[in-house]
Structures are given as structure tokens and as C-alpha cells.
Nanobody, 125 residues
Framework: QVQLVESGGGLVQAGGSLRLSCAAS????????VAWFRQAPGKEREFVAA????????NYADDVKARFTISRDNAKNAVYLQINNLKPENTAVYYC??????????????????WGQGTQVTVSS
């Protein structure tokens, strides 16, 4: 199993940047693909980005690929989501999730077995 804890959220103005972090416990973290999802108020949880076990392959939702970058550092048991040029519509709770080796190509939440508690991102206009 793996436990996930997100951090780095906060209140930022539109146009600003944030770097979200997902810290994982467990020595087998490198065996998991990891994704970021988000859930805005009144909306369903949606896929944002995913990264393969090695970090060499990534998958992005179409509306974020120009401004979001997912990366991981297996030596630190961490995954990051760099968000640039934030927009008010990016306001949401952002969750990281871990799944099996092939999960990174999938965008359904059911592909990921382990979830963090989320970190709130609020973007003011």
C-alpha cells in the first residue's frame, strides 16, 4: 500500500503559479503510476494529469497541457504538479492518486486505488 499527502495549495491571483506536491510513504512508490485529479464545487472529479512509474511518460487532460506540468522524483517519493498562469476556473480541490503500472494512460478515477485527502487551490480574479 501507499499513503499520499498533498500540499502546496492556497489562494492565488489569476495569472499566478503554484506547485502542488504529493508525498508518498512506502518503499514501493516507484512501482505506482501517479495522477492528479481535481474537483471543483458542484462538479464531478476530473482527471488532470498522470505520470508513469519512471516519470518518462505523461498524460494530460486537453485543457491543461499548455499550463500544467506533472513530474516525479522517486528518490524523494514525491510527485509534483506545476500550474502556471492560473485561472479562476482552476479553483478546485486537487487530489493525487496512485495506481498500477499501466494506470498513467487512463483517465478514470477507478484506475487509481490510492488517494490523498486533497489540497485546495483557489484562484481569485
Amino acid at each position: 500500500q501507499v499513503q499520499l499527502v498533498e500540499s502546496g495549495g492556497g489562494l492565488v491571483q489569476a495569472g499566478g503559479s503554484l506547485r502542488l506536491s504529493c508525498a508518498a510513504s512506502g518503499r514501493t512508490f516507484s512501482q505506482y503510476a501517479v495522477a492528479w485529479f481535481r474537483q471543483a464545487p458542484g462538479k464531478e472529479r476530473e482527471f488532470v494529469a498522470a505520470v508513469s512509474r519512471s516519470g518518462g511518460s505523461t498524460n494530460y487532460a486537453d485543457d491543461v497541457k499548455a499550463r500544467f506540468t506533472i513530474s516525479r522524483d522517486n528518490a524523494k517519493n514525491a510527485v509534483y504538479l506545476q500550474i502556471n498562469n492560473l485561472k479562476p476556473e482552476n479553483t478546485a480541490v486537487y487530489y493525487c492518486a496512485a495506481g498500477g503500472a499501466g494506470a498513467w494512460i487512463r483517465r478514470e478515477s477507478r484506475a487509481y486505488a490510492y488517494w490523498g485527502q486533497g489540497t485546495q487551490v483557489t484562484v481569485s480574479s
